[in-house]
């Protein structure tokens, strides 16, 4: 009798502490992680603090957001092949980087393609832009929102205005084959390289040249090693905001649906802040007096694009005519 009392007992204390252990690995909240190559003091940087905020207070005790920040994680070269092993589940890449899964992506980075940075989120909201979201589906990348930056202007180790000055330059570029046509077509190199490698190799002289919007050349201090920054807006640098698209199916609804209405609230944030962010940048790289800052005047814009029309012959078939036309209403 003694035996099977405490057989009972033994039971009842096993069930009691797999209960309790089950009840206690169910309060422990989801972990995500969300990595990017900027640094914190920039709108991808804010936009990204901002989503874990709103994300943990949303889903509190259910979520945990966390933010690496500079390539502490994962770099450019290795952050989407993170992304599709689950290695990482939220990322916020230019969206050059995407060429390689869908060439339809390559309409954001034809030159001179966007007025200013509301004719290219007026583009991202339209039908044509919500649905390059999905387009890379078939390869498990599912695209949540459009995160905001600003336009591109273009910096070198030399006084640059024309579209001639800047031949035989090495430049440093994203991952896109339209930027290396872009300066093909004005006779100098684009070298692709990792935005964490930039600033060191601006600075030996490995690249002459690069382009970008004033927060990310501000906050990596691209100003202090090079002579001139051509106010070109040749470009948007904005970002799409991803996540693999079986995590993001596979999660509990309460959750995908907290996680929707941050990702929504974050947007709306990034929009208001990048202009201001890009202006203040801009503000301090002239005080600094390390690099000019020169405008195009409106002859010299019309070289530019005019050096770079066949970049659009080259890349039509693969985008298609009528996005690059979609997208071009936007400006109007």
Same mark, same amino acid.
């Given at each position: 009798?003694?035996?099977?009392?405490?057989?009972?007992f033994?039971?009842?204390?096993?069930?009691?502490?797999?209960?309790?252990?089950?009840?206690?690995?169910?309060?422990?909240?989801?972990?995500?992680?969300?990595?990017?190559?900027?640094?914190?003091?920039?709108?991808?940087?804010?936009?990204?603090?901002?989503?874990?905020?709103?994300?943990? /207070?949303?889903?509190?005790?259910?979520? =945990? %957001?966390? !933010? &690496?920040?500079?390539?502490?994680? #994962?770099? @450019? *070269?290795?952050?989407?092949?993170?992304?599709?092993?689950?290695?990482?589940?939220?990322?916020?890449?230019s969206?050059? /980087?995407f060429?390689?899964?869908t060439? =339809? %992506?390559? !309409? &954001?980075?034809?030159?001179?393609? #966007?007025? @200013? *940075?509301?004719?290219?989120?007026?583009?991202?909201?339209?039908?044509?832009?919500?649905?390059?979201l999905?387009?890379?589906?078939?390869?498990?990348?599912?695209?949540?929102?459009?995160?905001?930056?600003?336009?591109?202007?273009?910096?070198?180790?030399?006084?640059?205005?024309?579209?001639?000055?800047?031949?035989?330059?090495?430049?440093?570029?994203?991952?896109?084959d339209?930027?290396?046509?872009?300066?093909?077509?004005?006779?100098?190199?684009?070298q692709?390289?990792?935005?964490?490698?930039?600033?060191?190799?601006?600075?030996?002289?490995?690249?002459?040249?690069?382009?970008?919007?004033?927060?990310?050349m501000?906050?990596?201090?691209?100003?202090?090693?090079?002579?001139?920054?051509?106010?070109?807006?040749?470009?948007?640098l904005d970002?799409m905001?991803?996540?693999?698209?079986?995590?993001?199916?596979?999660?509990?609804?309460?959750?995908?649906?907290?996680?929707?209405?941050?990702?929504n609230?974050?947007?709306?944030?990034?929009?208001?802040?990048?202009?201001?962010?890009?202006?203040?940048?801009?503000?301090?790289?002239?005080?600094?007096?390390?690099?000019?800052?020169?405008?195009?005047?409106?002859?010299?814009?019309?070289?530019?694009?005019?050096?770079?029309?066949?970049?659009?012959?080259?890349?039509?078939?693969?985008i298609?005519?009528?996005?690059?036309?979609?997208?071009?209403a936007a400006?109007?």
């Amino acid at each position: 009798m003694f035996k099977k009392l405490s057989a009972v007992f033994t039971a009842i204390l096993f069930l009691a502490s797999s209960t309790f252990g089950i009840s206690a690995i169910a309060q422990t909240p989801m972990t995500i992680k969300l990595s990017h190559v900027v640094a914190e003091n920039t709108p991808k940087g804010l936009a990204s603090l901002k989503f874990k905020e709103l994300a943990e /207070k949303k889903l509190p005790g259910k979520v =945990k %957001v966390e !933010v &690496f920040p500079s390539s502490q994680l #994962f770099g @450019d *070269a290795k952050e989407l092949e993170a992304l599709l092993l689950n290695d990482v589940q939220i990322l916020a890449p230019s969206i050059s /980087k995407f060429d390689r899964y869908t060439k =339809k %992506v390559q !309409v &954001f980075d034809l030159p001179f393609i #966007f007025k @200013d *940075a509301n004719a290219s989120r007026k583009f991202q909201d339209s039908k044509e832009g919500q649905a390059l979201l999905k387009s890379m589906e078939d390869k498990n990348i599912l695209g949540l929102a459009y995160w905001a930056n600003g336009m591109r202007h273009i910096s070198a180790r030399k006084d640059i205005s024309l579209p001639q000055d800047v031949a035989g330059l090495k430049f440093r570029i994203q991952a896109s084959d339209v930027y290396e046509s872009f300066f093909k077509n004005l006779k100098a190199t684009g070298q692709k390289m990792a935005f964490a490698e930039v600033y060191q190799a601006l600075q030996t002289g490995v690249v002459d040249a690069q382009e970008n919007s004033y927060s990310n050349m501000f906050s990596q201090k691209f100003h202090e090693v090079q002579s001139t920054i051509l106010e070109t807006n040749h470009g948007i640098l904005d970002y799409m905001v991803v996540t693999n698209k079986k995590w993001w199916e596979g999660l509990p609804a309460d959750i995908r649906k907290g996680l929707t209405e941050a990702m929504n609230e974050a947007t709306i944030y990034t929009y208001q802040i990048a202009n201001s962010m890009n202006e203040d940048a801009k503000k301090q790289i002239v005080a600094s007096n390390k690099a000019k800052v020169k405008p195009l005047t409106a002859d010299q814009l019309a070289a530019w694009k005019k050096a770079l029309e066949p970049v659009y012959k080259e890349f039509e078939k693969d985008i298609g005519p009528d996005l690059i036309k979609a997208a071009q209403a936007a400006s109007r």
